[in-house]
């Protein structure tokens, strides 16, 4: 592997200063903090207002009949739905006596039809979780996704030669089993004001657990949590399944791979059936025909899987604001990194099937399988010093967190304002209503920040600055801004979606595991192990595998096999240098499980590659779904640009690269929108 360079940019003007604001959801954060005026000069056209995707006609996931094929119905404007019909139980060998799994599945349609050389295929993507909703991660990021996979944004009437070149795909997604539109789904607090009162109650308390209140209290509400989603009778009946199984039971990756492989397979069917119907109602020649039908037949029982998948959280609030109806559920606990681990495991145990695989954000699969979540924090720290480094660089103009002593002394003051914090918590009014800003709400502030610091560390810098001076009226701003509501909860929600999380890992991972955490004393033991990771956030990370203390549902059907295999076509993992969750070791480990791939590193910070960019990097992907060709391994990339809007060595020689770093950009802000919605939603 290339030996990595520390992550070294310089401060430049934005070449963005002239354009105008567009970021909604943090912009009253923004404007308590007199910082408006860095955002427009830094980041406006970065982090967009999710574009308008509520259906004018009404479209509603149960108006559509559950198929067995892909049905698709226009909906959310620019997009198509469908609602696949699975088992329940993939294992049933008597037909019809398992119950059955309405797969809700979100199509943003390739720019040339089926029958047109220039299509390239389905790419499948999903953000990772678990329990993340393919379908909200379409809404908000799939047009960007789309514009860095596509060869030309508007496509050519005429095909020539050269146009043969180009390639374009449909992108698709879905809740996975348990999720959101997904049905049935998994509940853990069904009722929506007892849901919300429980989120209130945990805000309330915090995660500050070194006081041996709050651990005794954290410990108790996180197992006893588990332990209501696991039951099956009173308020929980809403897992029931099968005559009286848990849904849990049902909702592991192996079954999600399983899945995966009925999807690619529906997709070539519906390929072919529509490919005909286009072609009965064309002119086409009856040479050229041939080659159409040949080229989009279905290859029954051995579709390939084209796949990107990202390892991001997904959220409650940012949807409601969306105006969407059944994409409301998810949790701050939501921001853990599994979605490569599905990726692995769909290449383990599928891997003749991988056409194209690109891993963004590794995971540990052993360790997550063995329900440690020991190798997740251990590079966080290392993006806080690289906050300190950056500010320093930037000076007092852009970072107003500065300190002219340099780098140690940014970090002295934030670690004062913790202490301050955990030890006399911030009285603060927003809107004449008081709160109390504490230990624990800066620490999920930073967490969340961390996982995108080309916009968070801006913010995190002003946060700092406001509370070392006792000032916490923007934290107590954005706290009301983001905290939950009834009224954001339709009248017809039912399900708490947010317990698909506790249900996917607590099934997956290994059930005698569960005896570390199993009692007090077990739990402290494993808080002290994450504490020598990471002292700022191993409070917070801890509580990712506590439910699982309580939750005793184990899978039917869960992989238990080692990681690895040689797939069809080689995996493309792809990671930044410092990645708050997932680190780089992760990535370079699974590469050597699957020969032939190749690790693509990103030299900057944050959650997944795609978080602060890489042009050439974000190329390389394009060129790997494009025609299979893969860069060096080892291959490291600077990013375009980095905090505080400073420019790395990365140049843009042509008009391509500068669609590619805008498009970039863009899903990086509509996934920074995502983590900033989820703080206080958990």
Not at 250 to 266: F, G, H, P
Not at 272 to 295: F, G, M
Not at 383 to 411: E, K, M, Q, S, Y
Not at 619 to 634: D, H, M, S
Request: with cysteine.
């Amino acid at each position: 592997m290339v030996e990595k360079e520390s992550f070294v940019v310089e401060p430049r003007p934005s070449s963005y200063a002239h354009k105008k604001p567009a970021v909604l959801i943090i912009i009253a954060f923004i404007a308590v903090l007199s910082l408006q005026w860095l955002w427009q000069s830094q980041h406006d056209t970065h982090v967009l207002t999710s574009p308008p995707h509520e259906d004018k006609k009404g479209f509603r996931w149960e108006d559509i009949t559950p198929s067995t094929s892909l049905e698709y119905h226009q909906c959310f404007t620019d997009f198509q739905c469908a609602r696949l019909e699975v088992p329940l139980d993939w294992n049933e060998t008597i037909a019809g006596e398992s119950d059955k799994v309405a797969i809700a599945i979100i199509k943003r349609p390739a720019k040339v039809e089926i029958t047109d050389p220039r299509y390239a295929g389905v790419i499948l993507l999903n953000p990772g979780g678990p329990g993340g909703s393919g379908v909200s991660l379409m809404l908000t990021s799939g047009q960007y996704l789309q514009l860095l996979l596509d060869s030309v944004p508007q496509v050519t009437d005429h095909l020539d030669i050269d146009a043969e070149d180009e390639k374009y795909f449909d992108l698709l997604s879905w809740d996975p089993r348990g999720v959101n539109n997904t049905t049935p789904g998994h509940g853990c607090i069904p009722d929506p004001i007892a849901q919300r009162n429980w989120i209130s109650q945990n805000n309330a308390i915090g995660f500050s657990l070194e006081d041996e209140d709050v651990f005794r209290n954290v410990y108790s509400r996180g197992r006893l949590l588990g332990q209501t989603c696991a039951n099956v009778d009173g308020a929980s009946a809403v897992n029931r399944v099968n005559g009286g199984e848990h849904l849990g039971q049902y909702v592991s990756t192996a079954n999600v791979v399983r899945d995966m492989v009925e999807i690619v397979e529906r997709h070539g069917e519906w390929r072919e059936k529509h490919a005909k119907a286009l072609l009965s109602r064309s002119c086409a020649r009856s040479k050229d025909a041939a080659a159409i039908l040949e080229r989009t037949a279905w290859q029954q029982g051995e579709e390939q899987l084209q796949y990107w998948g990202f390892s991001y959280g997904t959220v409650s609030n940012s949807k409601a604001k969306l105006g969407l109806n059944h994409t409301i559920g998810m949790k701050t606990d939501d921001i853990t990194p599994t979605q490569q681990l599905l990726g692995q495991t769909f290449a383990t145990m599928q891997p003749h099937r991988v056409r194209r695989m690109v891993l963004d954000g590794v995971v540990d699969g052993a360790d997550y399988m063995g329900n440690g979540w020991l190798k997740n924090i251990l590079d966080i720290d290392g993006i806080t010093a690289a906050f300190a480094a950056a500010c320093f660089r930037a000076g007092p103009v852009l970072c107003a967190a500065h300190d002219a002593r340099g780098p140690p002394a940014i970090l002295a003051t934030l670690s004062a304002v913790l202490a301050d914090v955990r030890s006399n918590p911030l009285p603060a009014f927003h809107d004449a209503v008081p709160t109390t800003i504490s230990h624990s709400d800066v620490v999920l502030l930073l967490f969340s920040l961390w996982y995108s610091p080309l916009f968070g560390f801006p913010l995190a810098a002003s946060a700092i600055a406001q509370l070392g001076a006792r000032n916490g009226t923007a934290l107590a701003a954005l706290k009301a801004s983001y905290a939950p509501h009834i009224c954001d909860l339709p009248a017809a929600r039912e399900r708490d979606t947010a317990g698909a999380q506790i249900a996917i890992l607590c099934s997956d991972g290994d059930g005698h595991a569960r005896g570390d955490i199993g009692s007090q004393d077990a739990f402290r033991a494993y808080l002290d192990a994450l504490r020598a990771q990471s002292p700022m956030f191993h409070e917070r990370w801890a509580q990712v595998r506590l439910p699982c203390a309580g939750f005793d549902v184990r899978a039917k059907w869960r992989f238990e096999g080692a990681f690895g295999a040689r797939t069809a076509h080689p995996v493309l993992f792809t990671s930044q240098s410092l990645d708050p969750v997932t680190p780089l070791p992760n990535a370079a480990h699974a590469t050597r499980l699957f020969p032939g791939s190749v690790l693509l590193e990103t030299k900057g910070l944050g959650h997944c590659a795609v978080s602060m960019p890489s042009v050439q990097g974000l190329l390389a992907v394009r060129e790997y779904f494009r025609t299979g060709e893969l860069p060096p391994n080892g291959t490291t990339y600077e990013v375009y640009e980095g905090p505080f809007g400073e420019r790395a060595e990365e140049v843009l020689r042509t008009e391509g690269e500068r669609r590619v770093a805008d498009a970039g950009l863009r899903l990086a802000g509509s996934l920074f929108e995502e983590i900033m919605g989820s703080i206080w939603s958990h």
